[in-house]
């Protein structure tokens, strides 16, 4: 008798995002001068940004996207490594090594990548390389990463019960809790998923009943965390001051209480800045429904999610693209309880 495969939850952390960008002027003005991030040009045709000590926690290459284009995750050892290949190749999906160079660029000294749902290609590595090169950030106290990840990301869907299926099968992602967000008539339901003791590492939104999808990104926004208050509400005041569109101005989440605003990227997705979510106890979380996303403010700077997704309800379903959903590993799915 095989025995059953060991559960890869808790080993899997987003480890860094890949963006391509042709705005690198912009990008560099945004992530370094208003974000606040070490920002690293010393590698030839890329831009990109640290965090903490990794060489690489964004990298931005040239390309007409404008978009986040993969996710790569650190797993914390070569049995989960292997345990997820094993997954993805078992259900019949395609896996590619990456080659020296793409791991050079990445700062991990290897990596597998696979289709995900919604075009975003998933990277998995074990090791990421640290850099000699002393932090120089805008962000004193310095961004929360380690067991909880680098943040998180959230994307919208016309399938979000495949996508968990998905992330499900591939990480043993966990649901954490839901928010229903009523706009103008307009349901909008969203699962939040952890793969680690950080609340949510993927969100995944979609519009009631509606085969629909709003955002043309493959992520709707990201999110990254720093460990001060102050420097939350510094880098704030930069964004606005660098001429950067404020998303949402600073608010608090219902679910996972982290005080945060959301900027508008040069590539038009959002990042948001947050600080203080709270961190899962897996002995005594019990999932639940909220009722909206904020509890005060993260007021609109002007158009954002919701007053997109208000008017594409109005929109012909004509619009409407064909969304990848790798229905091998999202299987039939799991359904919103
Ligand atoms: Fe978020």
Not at 284 to 300: A, F, K, L, N
Request: charged share 25%; hydrophobic share 40%.
């Amino acid at each position: 008798m095989i025995a059953p495969a060991a559960s890869v939850f808790g080993n899997v952390h987003l480890g860094y995002i890949v963006i391509e960008t042709d705005k690198f002027a912009d990008w560099r003005r945004f992530g370094q001068d208003a974000i606040g991030m070490h920002y690293d040009d010393t590698l030839p045709d890329v831009t990109r940004f640290r965090l903490d000590d990794n060489e690489c926690r964004f990298l931005l290459q040239r390309g007409p996207a404008e978009d986040v284009t993969a996710l790569g995750w650190q797993l914390d050892d070569h049995d989960t490594f292997d345990e997820i290949l094993s997954r993805v190749t078992r259900h019949g999906v395609p896996v590619t090594e990456g080659t020296s160079e793409e791991a050079a660029l990445r700062g991990v000294e290897r990596l597998v990548r696979f289709p995900g749902p919604n075009a975003l290609a998933q990277e998995i590595f074990t090791r990421a390389r640290t850099s000699d090169t002393p932090l120089a950030m805008r962000i004193g106290s310095g961004f929360v990463t380690g067991e909880s990840g680098m943040g998180h990301v959230a994307i919208t869907s016309k399938k979000p019960h495949q996508m968990r299926g998905y992330y499900n099968t591939v990480f043993d992602a966990r649901l954490t809790d839901y928010i229903d967000e009523t706009i103008s008539g307009v349901k909008l339901k969203i699962r939040f998923l952890r793969l680690n003791e950080r609340h949510h590492s993927v969100a995944i939104a979609a519009v009631n009943r509606l085969p629909v999808n709003p955002i043309r990104t493959r992520i709707q926004h990201l999110n990254i965390q720093v460990a001060e208050l102050d420097d939350m509400v510094a880098s704030y005041q930069r964004v606005k001051e660098h001429g950067f569109h404020m998303a949402l101005a600073v608010g608090q989440h219902t679910n996972d209480r982290e005080l945060s605003y959301y900027a508008m990227t040069p590539s038009g997705f959002e990042w948001e800045v947050g600080w203080n979510p709270i961190v899962i106890d897996e002995a005594t979380w019990e999932p639940t429904t909220y009722q909206g996303i904020s509890i005060w403010g993260h007021t609109p700077g002007g158009q954002t999610i919701i007053d997109k997704l208000a008017q594409f309800k109005i929109a012909s379903l004509s619009l409407v693209r064909r969304e990848d959903a790798v229905a091998a590993l999202a299987g039939a799915g799991i359904p919103d309880n």
